[in-house]
């Protein structure tokens, strides 16, 4: 159902984004992974069938212009899977503006920048999908992330009013909402927790699936085939909705 369709993954060369790629990509799309580390991204793309590699900072206007033109050059971009996105710690006491600016800049303008690149041309074709990957995050609160909760709460807001202006075309709009996922961001955390509170790798990791009633990390392919599914032409009447994949956390 998917077969020649063209998708966009920012963030696409590691974590939940090269998920997204491998999983959409054994449905026939052909892939374009976009991020700042072309090798990596190149390495990615060289082992996934049709996928292809562009260089892409999400906080960089030329850059974004840059790298859409480019994917648009192989023809029409279907699927947009805003995947790029940075977390850190941080008590609000001693959250500095550079901080906050730092993560809404990637997490949410880059966000907005990469749609933008899309929008014009998806909003008149007759299929289109716009998929962001939020996160719990944007649902609920959390202490010491309050500019990640901030970002993330932006982009389900985003994602309820673009669906909403632009209901009446094909396209949908929706975020998949993870709970903690197994990748370099948890990674992060953990190692993060173990340097602040001096706690065992094993206590750091439970800290955290201890947020998860399944009392386990989610899998980055979990939150792939729910990007997949949103994808179908039979999920058309799905949009403008924060779906999680938590476990049962919300
Ligand atoms: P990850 O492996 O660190 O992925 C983040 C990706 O974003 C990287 O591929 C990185 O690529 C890209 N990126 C960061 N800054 C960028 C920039 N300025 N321009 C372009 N690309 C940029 O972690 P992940 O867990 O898969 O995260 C993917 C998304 O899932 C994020 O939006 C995150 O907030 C969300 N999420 C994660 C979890 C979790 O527990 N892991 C839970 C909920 C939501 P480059 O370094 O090559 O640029």
């Known amino acids: 159902m998917l077969e020649g369709r063209r998708a966009v993954i920012t963030g696409g060369g590691t974590g939940i984004g090269l998920a997204c790629a491998e999983d959409l990509a054994k449905q026939g799309v052909h892939t374009v992974l976009m ?26 206007d030329t850059s974004v212009r840059n790298a859409f033109s480019h994917a648009y050059q192989d023809g029409a971009v279907d699927i947009l899977v805003n995947n ?37 041309e998806m909003r008149k074709a007759d299929y289109g999908r716009i998929i962001n990957i939020a996160s719990i995050a944007g649902i609920r609160g959390g202490a010491y992330m309050s500019p990640y909760v901030a970002s993330k709460h932006a982009v389900v807001g985003l994602t309820k009013s673009l669906s909403l202006e632009y209901a009446k075309s094909p396209l949908t709009v929706n975020a998949v909402c993870p709970g903690y996922v197994e990748t370099a961001i948890v990674e992060n955390s953990v190692a993060n927790i173990m340097e602040k509170t001096g706690r ?14 399944q009392g386990r990390l989610i899998q980055p392919e979990e939150v ?16 403008g909705q924060a779906i999680t994949v938590a476990g049962g956390a919300i």
């Open 224 to 239: 792939a085939e729910t990007v997949t599914w949103l994808c179908s032409p039979r999920s058309a009447s799905v949009c």
């Open 35 to 60: 991020g700042r580390n072309l090798e990596r991204l190149q390495a990615a793309a060289d082992r996934i069938p049709g996928a292809q590699a562009v260089q892409l900072d999400v906080t960089d």
């Open 200 to 213: 065992s790798r094993d206590e750091a990791l439970a800290e955290l699936t201890k947020n998860n009633p």
């Open 84 to 120: 790029a996105g940075i977390a850190a710690a941080s008590a609000f006491h001693k959250t500095t503006m550079e901080h906050w600016r730092e993560i809404q800049a990637v997490n949410v303008e880059g966000l907005v920048r990469c749609t933008q690149a899309v929008i014009d």
